[in-house]
């Protein structure tokens, strides 16, 4: 959101239909509450400021933008190449974690979230053929299809593994 | 709903050094009219074995497969090669082309066997290699294909003759990633046709197409569920934006 209001001043409906836009379908899940929620977030952390507008036929509306420091943050976000996805790490820990405490069963474990996988995967897909092959909606499903695929890949290899351990 | 296909106690027993080996052990198994089910396991799990009792090409040593509520595991060779032509389509990861033939040649084949005529067999085998993708290529023999482009005649092939039941394993085992979309939209339009689909898949994108998915290990189905009708559309996204955060 700070690096919609980067580029431009937008109060909150419009920064919404900016979400929308750069997003595609994943844009719409965001409701109207959170974006104010954040707007008033960010604007205490001194990261964008609001300035009330008048308007003759309508309540004032505010409009946000950017502070410098703002600005600032985008552009070292941006610069960031830290790829923060710590599922499988966080997973792996897991099944070492039921194999050692007998807690649950590695295996049952990797089935449980494969099927859970599948069924975001199957969404995602879905999404994707409704959406215009050219538009940036469907470039970021296709992003998260692919990432979704390399998790479900990887628990395959996660089945191997631990199958063997249970079977020896 | 009617059972297209139904298996009870289905067991296929290999000899092996000291105790046979468990290829299928026991599955119960429905698969209903329109039902898209992938079957994932680990490689020699007995999902491929599975397909092939499924599908006449191997016998089971005990239990019994029901196709369209005909039991169908004493057929005559003859019989099994009958109903195959007409109510079961094969997809392997080998493709089984015949050399001498053009693609289209090949995709026809199975409609002139079962009397379509000419005209028509011809009309349906380019529509389908159309939709593959593959059109251009229809008059080429096989060995002047990729593999890609011969495992998509071979699927053609396979679907001429509108089978009730498609079987496939590993159907897009030789494709990259745009291929694999094409069969994709060839397998959704297979279901709205009201054909039922069972696909042997390592790859994710194809598991992931089914509405229901079977677990296989050591020969047993350990998990039985559907994909379908899980999430809603929106905690799906929601998930996405949490994700891609």
């Known amino acids: 959101m700070l690096a919609l209001l980067a580029k431009e001043p937008a109060h909150g409906y419009e920064l919404r239909q900016r979400l929308v836009q750069a997003l595609g379908p994943i844009g719409e899940v965001v409701n109207p509450g959170q974006i104010y929620v954040t707007l008033a977030r960010l604007e205490r952390a001194e990261l964008v400021r609001g300035v009330q507008v008048e308007q003759s ?112 | 709903m009617s059972a297209i296909v139904e298996t009870v106690g289905l067991s296929r027993f290999y000899p092996g050094d000291g105790a046979p080996v468990r290829a299928v052990d026991g599955v119960d198994l429905v698969l209903t009219e329109g039902e898209s089910v992938s079957v994932m396991g680990p490689s020699g799990c007995g999902k491929s074995t599975l397909l092939h009792l499924i599908g006449g090409l191997e016998r089971p040593t005990a239990g019994v497969v029901a196709i369209a509520g005909q039991r169908v595991d004493g057929l005559s060779e003859a019989a099994w090669a009958r109903l ?121 994108r194809v598991a992931a197409s089914a509405d229901r998915l079977l677990t296989m290990r050591d020969g047993e189905i350990v998990e039985d569920t559907r994909l379908d009708g899980g999430l809603p ?6 998930q996405l934006v949490g994700w891609e955060a």
């Open chain 1, 57 to 168: 036929a309508a309540p004032d509306k505010k409009v946000y933008e950017a502070t410098p420091a703002g600005r600032e943050h985008v552009a070292s976000w941006l610069m960031d190449s830290s790829w923060t996805k710590v599922a499988p790490t966080e997973f792996h820990l897991k099944l070492v974690a039921a194999a050692a405490t007998g807690l649950a069963d590695p295996v049952a474990l990797i089935d449980a979230q494969r099927r859970e996988l599948l069924r975001r995967l199957r969404e995602v897909q879905r999404l994707a053929e409704s959406e215009p092959p050219d538009g940036d909606g469907a470039l970021l499903l296709e992003g998260s299809a692919l990432r979704l695929q390399a998790d479900i890949r990887w628990l395959e290899a996660c089945e191997q593994r631990w199958s063997g351990r249970r079977a020896g």
């Open chain 2, 84 to 204: 195959r032509r007409r109510g079961i389509g094969f997809v392997f990861q080998a493709f089984h082309l015949v050399d001498e033939l053009s693609a289209v040649e090949n995709v026809e084949l199975p409609a002139l066997l079962v009397g379509v005529s000419r005209r028509a067999a011809r009309k349906r085998a380019l529509e389908l290699l159309e939709r593959l993708g593959v059109g251009d290529r229809a008059g080429h023999l096989p060995d002047r294909l990729s593999g890609g482009q011969r495992q998509r005649v071979a699927l053609a092939r396979a679907l001429v003759n509108e089978p009730v039941l498609v079987l496939a394993d590993e159907p897009t085992g030789n494709l990259d990633s745009h291929a694999t979309g094409e069969i994709l939209r060839l397998f959704a339009g297979l279901r709205e046709a009201r054909q039922t689909l069972l696909l042997v898949t390592h790859d994710p």
């Open chain 2, 233 to 238: 559309r929106q905690a799906v996204l929601a």
